[in-house]
Structure formats: structure tokens, C-alpha cells
């Protein structure tokens, strides 16, 4: 059974710092996807990381992935209250291209303050 | 840009009664999936459908049912909704995750509490 656990689950910071949302999952898996869902919206897609090493980079947010260590990573860099949100990370088991879905972390509620 | 559309963002409805929950999609994506989000769970997989009249069991089917007559439709079934249901219920379509670079667009969710 496929598990993916993000940490933090709960993060609260100040504007202008940096923080580091990580993503651990169980099972070998070459696709991983991030998402931001906003206070009563839907989830809206950051990032889709498809390799081992893989980095994307839009704005101030840059996630990564390593499939050795099963492991991927959002990095906020000089973070703004905009940013606030919460967070999802979500693995692909069937690297084949089935679509079975993906499954998802719990989430990391973020909020920036002032 | 892709809309997958929910037929309503909140439902209020009584335990033991049917109820049905629609999406469509405009796009003509084949996936098609309904999760649901609770409170510190994150998303859990209801059921997906590949293809018109296919269906798979996703990791928590039990108690739902799926309908996908078109293409472009999905519908969730509640065969008698429980108090236990009450949960915000996410669509979501892609076009096919064969695609590298496929992604899930959802729709804006409905709230469903069962009383």
C-alpha cells in the first residue's frame, strides 16, 4: 500500500524567511505532483516532477525530487503572505501511464504572517 | 483552459436518503476521478473511470457507486448516504497520465453533509 506522508502538517512563518515542506513516500514511484489548494477553493497544480533529480522553479517556490530516497521536497524561498495556503504533494504508483490515480499527502496548512 | 465543473458546491441531505453527485468536464479527458477531502486525511480516492462505462474501485469505494454513461459526465452515488459521508467531495479529470506531463484538473468541490 502506497503512503505519503508530508511534514510539516501545520506551518506557520514570518514573511520574508525560508522554509522547506518535505514529501515521503513508500513505494518506487517516478512521478510526483504538488499542489496548492486556497481556503474554500479547489486544488490547483504546482508542479509535476517526473524524475529522479528532477527541479522546478516558479516564483518563489522550487520542488524537487529524489526517487532513491523517496523523497521530495517545496522549498519557499523569502516567502509572502500570498503564499499562504495549503499544500499538497501527491505520488503516481502506475509509472506505467494507467490511470489509477494518485494518491495524496495529508497536507501542509501554511500561513505567512506579516 | 480545462473546466471540470460540479453540479453543486453544497448539499445538505438527510441519512438513508440517495444521493447523487455530478461532474463534467470540457475537454473531452478520458480519467475522470472523485476523491474525497477531510480534515486532516487529505484526499482519499473514491473510484476513477478510464473510459465511458468503465469504472475502478479507488481506495475507499465502499458505500459509493459511479456512473459514466458520456464521456464527458461522471457521477458519484451515495446508495444511502450516512452520516459518515459528510466530506467535501473533489472531481477531478486528466486527459491521460500515459502523458508525461498530464496532470489532474479539478473541480471547485461539493460539501455534502449528511444529517
Known amino acids: 500500500e502506497l503512503k505519503v506522508e508530508q511534514n510539516p502538517l501545520f506551518l506557520s512563518m514570518q514573511e520574508g524567511k525560508n522554509y522547506t515542506i518535505y514529501c515521503n513516500y513508500s513505494?518506487?514511484?517516478?512521478?510526483l505532483y504538488w499542489y496548492r489548494q486556497d481556503p474554500g477553493k479547489s486544488l490547483e497544480s504546482l508542479f509535476v516532477l517526473l524524475s529522479n533529480g528532477a527541479v522546478k522553479q516558479e516564483g518563489r517556490l522550487m520542488a524537487s525530487l529524489d526517487t532513491k530516497a523517496r523523497l521530495s521536497t517545496l522549498h519557499i524561498t523569502a516567502a509572502v503572505h500570498d503564499l499562504s495556503a495549503t499544500y499538497f504533494c501527491?505520488?503516481?504508483?502506475?509509472?506505467?501511464?494507467?490511470?489509477?490515480?494518485?494518491?495524496f499527502g495529508k497536507g501542509t496548512h501554511l500561513i505567512i504572517q506579516p | 483552459d480545462v473546466k471540470v465543473t460540479q453540479s453543486s458546491r453544497y448539499l445538505v441531505k438527510r441519512t438513508g436518503e440517495k444521493v447523487f453527485l455530478e461532474c463534467v468536464q470540457d475537454?473531452?479527458?478520458?480519467?475522470m476521478f472523485w476523491y474525497r477531502q477531510d480534515p486532516g486525511l487529505g484526499l482519499r480516492l473514491i473510484y476513477f473511470s478510464y473510459d465511458v462505462k468503465m469504472k475502478e474501485k479507488g481506495d475507499i469505494p465502499e458505500g459509493y457507486s459511479v456512473s459514466r454513461e458520456k464521456k464527458e459526465r461522471f457521477s458519484l452515488i451515495l446508495e444511502s448516504a450516512s452520516t459518515n459521508q459528510t466530506s467535501m467531495y473533489l472531481c477531478?479529470?486528466?486527459?491521460?497520465?500515459?502523458?508525461?506531463?498530464?496532470?489532474?484538473?479539478f473541480g471547485s468541490g461539493t460539501q455534502l453533509s449528511v444529517l
Open positions: 501527491a505520488v503516481d504508483l502506475d509509472s506505467g501511464g494507467g490511470a489509477d490515480g494518485l494518491t
Open positions: 477531478a479529470s486528466s486527459l491521460y497520465l500515459g502523458d508525461l506531463n498530464e496532470k489532474l484538473f
Open positions: 513505494t518506487t514511484s517516478d512521478r
Open positions: 475537454m473531452d479527458h478520458e480519467n
